[in-house]
Protein backbone atom coordinates (compact mmCIF):
# COMPACT_ATOMS: atom_id res chain seq x y z
CA UNK A 1 0.00 0.00 0.00
CA UNK A 2 1.41 3.92 -0.70
CA UNK A 3 0.24 6.90 0.81
CA UNK A 4 1.66 9.13 -1.59
CA UNK A 5 2.85 9.28 -4.78
CA UNK A 6 6.55 9.94 -5.46
CA UNK A 7 8.06 13.30 -6.25
CA UNK A 8 8.93 11.72 -9.70
CA UNK A 9 5.38 10.79 -10.75
CA UNK A 10 4.35 14.36 -9.38
CA UNK A 11 6.73 15.49 -11.34
CA UNK A 12 5.95 14.42 -14.65
CA UNK A 13 2.29 14.97 -14.10
CA UNK A 14 2.08 18.24 -13.13
CA UNK A 15 4.43 18.55 -16.57
CA UNK A 16 1.14 17.94 -18.63
CA UNK A 17 -1.62 19.52 -15.88
CA UNK A 18 -2.65 22.49 -17.89
CA UNK A 19 -2.62 21.19 -21.65
CA UNK A 20 -4.01 18.11 -20.27
CA UNK A 21 -6.59 19.34 -18.53
CA UNK A 22 -7.53 21.71 -21.55
CA UNK A 23 -7.52 18.64 -23.43
CA UNK A 24 -10.04 16.99 -21.25
CA UNK A 25 -12.23 19.73 -21.80
CA UNK A 26 -12.16 19.09 -25.25
CA UNK A 27 -12.47 15.85 -25.09
CA UNK A 28 -15.81 15.96 -23.18
CA UNK A 29 -17.36 18.86 -24.94
CA UNK A 30 -16.60 16.07 -28.60
CA UNK A 31 -17.72 13.02 -27.10
CA UNK A 32 -21.65 12.33 -27.27
CA UNK A 33 -23.86 11.65 -24.36
CA UNK A 34 -25.22 7.66 -24.39
CA UNK A 35 -24.37 4.42 -23.48
CA UNK A 36 -20.71 3.10 -24.39
CA UNK A 37 -19.91 -0.75 -25.27
CA UNK A 38 -16.24 -1.72 -26.12
CA UNK A 39 -14.53 -4.13 -28.40
CA UNK A 40 -11.38 -4.58 -27.42
CA UNK A 41 -10.14 -6.95 -29.82
CA UNK A 42 -10.57 -4.96 -32.43
CA UNK A 43 -9.70 -1.05 -30.13
CA UNK A 44 -13.46 0.08 -30.79
CA UNK A 45 -15.11 2.28 -28.26
CA UNK A 46 -18.79 3.66 -28.78
CA UNK A 47 -20.66 5.38 -27.54
CA UNK A 48 -23.76 7.77 -28.45
CA UNK A 49 -23.37 7.04 -31.92
CA UNK A 50 -19.51 7.80 -32.36
CA UNK A 51 -17.10 5.21 -33.33
CA UNK A 52 -13.19 5.87 -31.65
CA UNK A 53 -10.24 3.49 -31.56
CA UNK A 54 -8.92 3.70 -27.98
CA UNK A 55 -6.41 1.96 -26.00
CA UNK A 56 -7.17 0.16 -22.78
CA UNK A 57 -5.05 2.36 -20.08
CA UNK A 58 -6.13 0.75 -16.59
CA UNK A 59 -8.20 -0.11 -14.60
CA UNK A 60 -9.76 0.88 -11.10
CA UNK A 61 -11.24 -1.79 -8.84
CA UNK A 62 -13.52 0.56 -6.15
CA UNK A 63 -13.85 -1.80 -3.77
CA UNK A 64 -10.03 -3.01 -3.05
CA UNK A 65 -9.06 0.63 -3.93
CA UNK A 66 -6.39 -0.88 -6.39
CA UNK A 67 -5.32 0.26 -9.83
CA UNK A 68 -4.48 -2.10 -12.48
CA UNK A 69 -2.37 -0.93 -15.55
CA UNK A 70 -3.80 -2.34 -19.36
CA UNK A 71 -0.03 -3.86 -20.15
CA UNK A 72 -0.20 -5.87 -17.15
CA UNK A 73 -3.65 -7.11 -17.59
CA UNK A 74 -3.70 -10.90 -17.88
CA UNK A 75 -6.02 -10.88 -20.54
CA UNK A 76 -5.15 -8.22 -22.48
CA UNK A 77 -1.17 -8.28 -22.14
CA UNK A 78 0.66 -8.03 -25.23
CA UNK A 79 -2.62 -7.00 -27.51
CA UNK A 80 -2.78 -4.03 -29.50
CA UNK A 81 -5.36 -2.66 -27.33
CA UNK A 82 -2.86 -1.84 -24.88
CA UNK A 83 -0.24 -0.56 -26.74
CA UNK A 84 -0.76 3.24 -25.17
CA UNK A 85 0.05 1.74 -22.06
CA UNK A 86 2.67 -0.26 -22.41
CA UNK A 87 4.15 2.42 -24.31
CA UNK A 88 3.71 4.36 -20.58
CA UNK A 89 5.38 1.54 -18.75
CA UNK A 90 8.57 1.90 -21.23
CA UNK A 91 8.75 5.84 -20.19
CA UNK A 92 8.47 4.87 -16.38
CA UNK A 93 11.75 2.41 -16.96
CA UNK A 94 13.19 4.98 -18.83
CA UNK A 95 12.66 8.11 -16.24
CA UNK A 96 12.62 5.63 -12.69
CA UNK A 97 8.97 6.18 -12.40
CA UNK A 98 7.62 3.33 -9.89
CA UNK A 99 4.25 4.02 -10.69
CA UNK A 100 4.24 3.29 -14.23
CA UNK A 101 6.33 0.28 -13.54
CA UNK A 102 4.02 -1.29 -11.33
CA UNK A 103 1.66 -4.06 -12.36
CA UNK A 104 -0.72 -3.10 -9.54
CA UNK A 105 -0.88 -0.19 -7.47
CA UNK A 106 -2.87 -0.30 -3.81
CA UNK A 107 -4.49 3.25 -3.74
CA UNK A 108 -6.03 2.63 0.05
CA UNK A 109 -3.63 4.07 1.81
CA UNK A 110 -5.01 7.31 0.00
CA UNK A 111 -7.19 9.70 1.16
CA UNK A 112 -9.72 9.80 -1.77
CA UNK A 113 -8.45 6.52 -3.69
CA UNK A 114 -10.90 7.76 -6.38
CA UNK A 115 -9.21 10.76 -6.94
CA UNK A 116 -5.44 8.95 -6.63
CA UNK A 117 -6.52 6.54 -9.57
CA UNK A 118 -8.07 9.91 -11.81
CA UNK A 119 -4.32 11.19 -11.29
CA UNK A 120 -3.09 8.29 -12.81
CA UNK A 121 -5.04 8.13 -15.12
CA UNK A 122 -4.58 11.98 -16.40
CA UNK A 123 -0.83 11.47 -15.96
CA UNK A 124 -0.72 8.24 -18.36
CA UNK A 125 -2.55 10.00 -20.57
CA UNK A 126 -0.06 12.96 -20.63
CA UNK A 127 3.27 10.13 -21.36
CA UNK A 128 0.90 9.14 -23.90
CA UNK A 129 0.16 12.42 -25.29
CA UNK A 130 -3.53 11.69 -25.84
CA UNK A 131 -5.73 13.46 -26.14
CA UNK A 132 -7.79 12.93 -23.11
CA UNK A 133 -9.08 9.58 -21.05
CA UNK A 134 -12.20 8.49 -20.50
CA UNK A 135 -13.56 6.60 -17.65
CA UNK A 136 -16.81 4.28 -17.72
CA UNK A 137 -17.90 2.10 -14.99
CA UNK A 138 -17.71 -1.55 -16.74
CA UNK A 139 -19.14 -3.67 -13.95
CA UNK A 140 -19.95 -3.86 -10.25
CA UNK A 141 -16.81 -2.39 -8.28
CA UNK A 142 -14.82 -2.02 -12.03
CA UNK A 143 -13.91 1.33 -13.22
CA UNK A 144 -12.00 1.46 -17.02
CA UNK A 145 -10.10 4.13 -18.37
CA UNK A 146 -9.60 4.56 -22.23
CA UNK A 147 -7.42 6.62 -24.18
CA UNK A 148 -8.70 7.63 -27.59
CA UNK A 149 -6.00 6.71 -29.87
CA UNK A 150 -7.90 8.31 -33.03
CA UNK A 151 -7.71 11.34 -35.05
CA UNK A 152 -11.47 12.32 -34.89
CA UNK A 153 -10.74 13.94 -31.16
CA UNK A 154 -9.96 17.11 -31.73
CA UNK A 155 -6.44 18.87 -29.78
CA UNK A 156 -6.82 21.80 -27.68
CA UNK A 157 -4.94 24.30 -29.30
CA UNK A 158 -3.38 27.42 -28.05
CA UNK A 159 -5.59 29.89 -27.73
CA UNK A 160 -4.06 33.07 -26.74
CA UNK A 161 -7.30 34.59 -25.25
CA UNK A 162 -8.10 31.40 -22.51
CA UNK A 163 -4.35 31.05 -21.94
CA UNK A 164 -4.09 32.53 -18.40
CA UNK A 165 -7.07 31.01 -17.22
CA UNK A 166 -5.34 27.17 -18.68
CA UNK A 167 -2.09 28.31 -16.74
CA UNK A 168 -3.84 29.13 -13.23
CA UNK A 169 -5.72 25.93 -13.79
CA UNK A 170 -3.25 23.75 -14.56
CA UNK A 171 -1.01 25.66 -11.92
CA UNK A 172 -3.97 24.41 -9.13
CA UNK A 173 -4.14 20.45 -9.97
CA UNK A 174 -0.98 19.02 -8.89
CA UNK A 175 0.09 22.66 -6.58
CA UNK A 176 3.86 22.02 -6.87
CA UNK A 177 6.03 24.06 -9.30
CA UNK A 178 3.76 26.23 -11.53
CA UNK A 179 7.06 26.72 -13.31
CA UNK A 180 7.24 23.07 -14.44
CA UNK A 181 3.46 23.96 -15.23
CA UNK A 182 3.77 26.63 -18.06
CA UNK A 183 7.37 24.68 -19.04
CA UNK A 184 4.95 21.79 -20.02
CA UNK A 185 2.60 23.92 -21.31
CA UNK A 186 4.29 24.97 -23.82
CA UNK A 187 6.62 22.66 -24.67
CA UNK A 188 3.72 20.72 -25.79
CA UNK A 189 2.42 23.22 -28.07
CA UNK A 190 6.06 24.11 -29.44
CA UNK A 191 6.82 26.72 -28.04
CA UNK A 192 10.19 28.04 -27.10
CA UNK A 193 10.26 29.74 -23.71
CA UNK A 194 12.66 32.27 -22.22
CA UNK A 195 13.17 32.60 -18.83
CA UNK A 196 14.65 35.98 -16.50
CA UNK A 197 14.54 36.19 -12.89
CA UNK A 198 11.07 35.81 -11.75
CA UNK A 199 9.65 36.11 -15.07
CA UNK A 200 9.19 33.53 -18.18
CA UNK A 201 8.25 35.02 -22.10
CA UNK A 202 6.84 32.65 -24.67
CA UNK A 203 6.79 34.06 -27.97
CA UNK A 204 3.35 32.50 -29.27
CA UNK A 205 2.05 31.24 -32.53
CA UNK A 206 1.11 33.90 -34.88
CA UNK A 207 2.92 37.07 -32.88
CA UNK A 208 2.38 38.25 -29.43
CA UNK A 209 4.01 37.35 -26.14
CA UNK A 210 2.82 35.65 -23.22
CA UNK A 211 4.61 36.77 -19.76
CA UNK A 212 4.61 34.58 -17.13
CA UNK A 213 5.35 35.99 -13.55
CA UNK A 214 6.39 34.31 -10.60
CA UNK A 215 6.40 35.72 -6.73
CA UNK A 216 9.18 34.81 -4.82
CA UNK A 217 7.76 32.06 -3.57
CA UNK A 218 7.26 30.55 -7.19
CA UNK A 219 3.85 30.91 -7.22
CA UNK A 220 2.21 32.21 -10.09
CA UNK A 221 1.71 36.17 -10.23
CA UNK A 222 0.27 37.33 -13.23
CA UNK A 223 -0.09 36.17 -16.77
CA UNK A 224 -0.09 39.05 -19.23
CA UNK A 225 -0.42 39.29 -22.94
CA UNK A 226 0.72 41.18 -25.84
CA UNK A 227 -1.70 40.13 -28.85
CA UNK A 228 -0.39 41.77 -32.43
CA UNK A 229 -4.11 42.54 -34.33
CA UNK A 230 -5.14 40.86 -36.94
Keep these: ?12 AERHAAWGAAQLDTLTSFLPE ?43 RGTEVVALAAAVERYGKAMGIAEFTEEALDLSGFPDPRIAAETLAFAGMGVAEAPGYIGVEAGPGTRVYFLPDDPQVPRAALDPVTLPRTLITGAGLIGRSPRRVVTGYFDHHGVEV ?37
Design 194 to 230: SEAGGRMTAELPGGGTALITFDAAGRMADVSLTVLPG
Design 34 to 76: GPWTADLEACRYRQGGLDLRVSVLGSYDTHEHSWMWGWANPGL
Design 1 to 12: MITRFSDEFLSE
